[in-house]
């Protein structure tokens, strides 16, 4: 028998291998190990105090807060986004006038950094900004000191501009199973006078199941970890009425740098994105042959 | 001694040496190279803007050239996020020689015992500077004051005339604020009688804590948090009624918006001095000392910057070398001179230029009456806890009493944990 290291295949996996233990595995371990520990990088002890973070975690309001927020985002944006995202991608699919260009704007803030993004829809939120005079023109009272500075709208505010930025790269997603189909489906349904909606509900949709799965949890990890418009926009802020949980284990870890706590927290984070993911997997046949 | 051979491998025993023999030159030349090397020392530092920068550099390349010997390397930290870069270094032992900290951050580090105890060198240089309370922890001294500044009132005269108000009696009592406020809030048009922060760190407490302490207020009593006492509600429910005339946004857009002539009161710093005379469209506007509660005195808050030794550092000579540069009273008045800051060496506070404008003079007057962040190494969490209460009344969804109430169960409960 050959010495492991004289093995090709070793040598092939090592590169992967030792970063993913690196960079993945040990992190992922030594922060389950810092959530039992009250550890602070300036404080550095890393003694094993037991299961007090979570216990605090019960019982911060701020946690619960950040929960609420983060559901909420996600309950909101996802189907919305998921929705949108299939219409557009039917419409820019039939042959339109200037399908290109509408496939590329739908797409544009996709490919824009997410930072320029939320710093143009800052501004576009102030008191002062566009929306508002638009709101106003409406015949809607916009909030006395702008959107991102009232706790009623600052969350909305923030769900908007992301289902626009997100929208464009679930669409093409869509747009490319959407061009996969056999044209054979759409034969078939029109020989036996299936309406349009009869064809979307009944051949489209079953067919585009995998992808619609892959968007929604897709999406849903993402949409869980919604960090940057948060810190760009409103930090948390107004009274925490935009503080998600990544906000929170950010402020406790990287602003605080009560590390354990923030382990703690991330994993109380972990724990809710895999339920969820789990749950629409399950309800949405991963791994289900498609039957047309 | 020959080297024992893997048979076989041959080749690769004979490139090993060849690489070996590289490395050892090079090593070698390294050894050679270091002898006449300079000693670099580095320097984190927050002034970035245009103003400031090149007079940072003009101070850096002066010291070069009176110390042939010393490089001195400069790294721009920016407020945002310099204290999550400068805990990450101490946590990492990757700490500059020589540090600029804010007055409120100083505490934390020198109470782990993470900045070189500088008490033996400053004790002799203690009345020529001013605010040294922030770098003492525990009788000992870890740094330097260098740039002092507070926040005073502001007042657009424009818009006191406007609103028949006598510009030339700004608020010297908080009811006197608080009805010429109202008086410019209800003019017509954009404007708005306050400029009130909203959700930044490290602002809001700095409007705040000088209301309750002008009310009379302390913020331990005995170890304790003493927020929720008359003082603090009193502050709190002030504070709270100046919003209600005020605009919300972040520190910038509101100085913007007091040098568009928009806004009738706003606390602000020296850098709104300086934008408000650069700019040939501001306002009329004037300078006054912070209004005090009707009981009691005026208080403002002041800020500082501080140069620290951390301790990891190895040439602490050298730094020390540096500092005592940058301290000199010319080099002190030059770079406050550009910014706007206060010199905390007395003697360069004391230049006519300072007393002698009318403005200027308003700072140097308030700072006699302003008080630094209060030692605590949690200070960073404390203040957050803090600003939370005031957000809590300024939102209008909790009482004062209530937030202050809250604020305080959630510090005393921060004290409490090892």
Known sequence: ?292 | MPLRQAPGAPKVSVMMRILGGCLLVLVCAGCIRRVDEKTTITWWQFWTDSRAKPLIEELVATFEGANPNINVEVVDLTWAEGHQKIVVAFATGTTPDVLELGSDWVAEFSSKGLLLDLTAEAERHLNQFAMWEPVAYQGRIYGYPWLLGTRVLFYNKDLMRRAKVDTTQPPATWSEWLSQARAINNLKGDVHGFAANTFERHRLYKKFLPLFWSAGGELFVDGKCALNSRAGLEALTFYRELCKVGVFDVQRELDLAFQRGKIGFTISGDWLLQQLRRDPKSPRYGLALMPRADTGISVSFAGGEYLVVPKKSVHAQEAQLFIDFLLQPENNLKLCRAIGFVPAHTAAAANPYFTEDPHLNVFNRQLESSRATPVHPRWVEIEEMIEGAVERAMYGGTSPDSALERACSDIDQLLSRP
């Open chain 1, 1 to 292: 028998m050959k010495p492991l290291w004289r093995r090709p295949a070793v040598w092939l996996v090592a590169p992967w291998a030792i970063s993913f233990v690196a960079f993945w595995l040990f992190p992922l371990g030594f922060a389950l190990y810092l959530a039992f520990t009250s550890y602070s990088p300036l404080g550095g002890d890393l003694s094993f105090v037991g299961p007090q973070n979570f216990v605090r975690l019960w019982g911060d309001g701020d946690f619960w807060q950040a929960a609420r927020n983060t559901l909420l985002f996600v309950g909101v944006t996802v189907p919305v986004t998921t929705a949108l995202a299939l219409g557009l991608a039917l419409l820019l699919n039939s042959r339109i006038r200037g399908r290109g260009l509408f496939r590329a704007a739908f797409f544009f803030p996709s490919i824009t950094s997410l930072v320029v993004v939320a710093l143009v829809w800052t501004a576009l939120y102030t008191r002062d900004g566009v929306l508002s005079s638009v709101a106003v023109a409406l015949g809607f009272t916009p909030p006395e000191h702008g959107f991102l500075l009232s706790t009623s709208t600052a969350l909305p505010a923030i769900m908007l501009l992301d289902v626009w930025a997100a929208v464009g790269y679930y669409m093409l997603l869509y747009l490319a199973a959407l061009q996969a189909l056999p044209a054979e489906y759409f034969e078939s349904a029109r020989l036996l006078a299936a309406s349009r909606w009869q064809t979307l509900r009944f051949v489209i949709w079953p067919a585009l199941r995998p992808m619609t799965l892959l968007v929604l949890v897709l999406n849903t990890i993402k949409s869980f970890q919604v960090f940057i418009e948060v810190y760009v926009m409103t930090r948390g802020g107004p009274l925490g009425s935009t503080r998600t949980l990544v906000y929170f284990v950010y402020n406790e870890g990287l602003v605080k740098f009560d590390m354990g706590y923030a382990s703690a927290a991330a994993f109380a984070l972990f724990a809710l994105v895999a339920a969820v993911s789990l749950v629409l997997a399950r309800r949405l046949g991963f791994g289900k042959e498609i039957a047309v």
